[in-house]
């Protein structure tokens, strides 16, 4: 079993910055793809930012440009950059972990087999 904590959700202004952070334990996740989504209040959940074992990552469109994920395999722990930040990025932030092997593209909620408990992320405009 691998248990995901997320951290650093916070209020913060259009325009600002805020690093989510997501700590796993139980097990070291540095072959699992990391993910991060979102849900907004009446929204879907959605796909933010997904990242594999190896360097390569993938971004939702709606926030190509402003937000980055990381990991620290080390720590075992997965980060996500948000920069730009607007109100729209106003949502409860998940972090998920997909065991291997993986075969989908990352942006499925169903692709992933633990779930953080979500940090809450407000920006006001």
């Known amino acids: 079993q691998v248990q995901l904590v997320e951290s650093g959700g916070g209020l913060e202004q259009a325009g600002g910055s805020l690093m989510l952070s997501c700590a796993a334990s139980?097990?070291?996740?540095?072959?699992?793809?990391m993910g991060w989504f979102r849900q907004a209040p009446g929204k879907e959940r959605e796909f933010v930012a997904a990242?594999?074992?190896?360097?390569?990552?993938l971004n939702a469109d709606s926030v190509k440009g402003r937000f980055t994920i990381s990991r620290d395999n080390a720590k075992n722990t997965v980060y996500l950059q948000m920069n730009s930040l607007k109100p729209e990025d106003t949502a409860v932030y998940y972090c998920?972990?997909?065991?291997?092997?993986?075969?989908?593209?990352?942006?499925?909620?169903?692709?992933?087999?633990?779930w953080g408990q979500g940090t809450q992320v407000t920006v006001s405009s």
């Open positions: 990242s594999w074992s190896g360097a390569r990552t």
């Open positions: 139980g097990r070291t996740v540095s072959s699992y793809v």
């Open positions: 998920a972990a997909s065991r291997p092997p993986q075969y989908g593209l990352g942006m499925r909620s169903s692709e992933y087999d633990y």
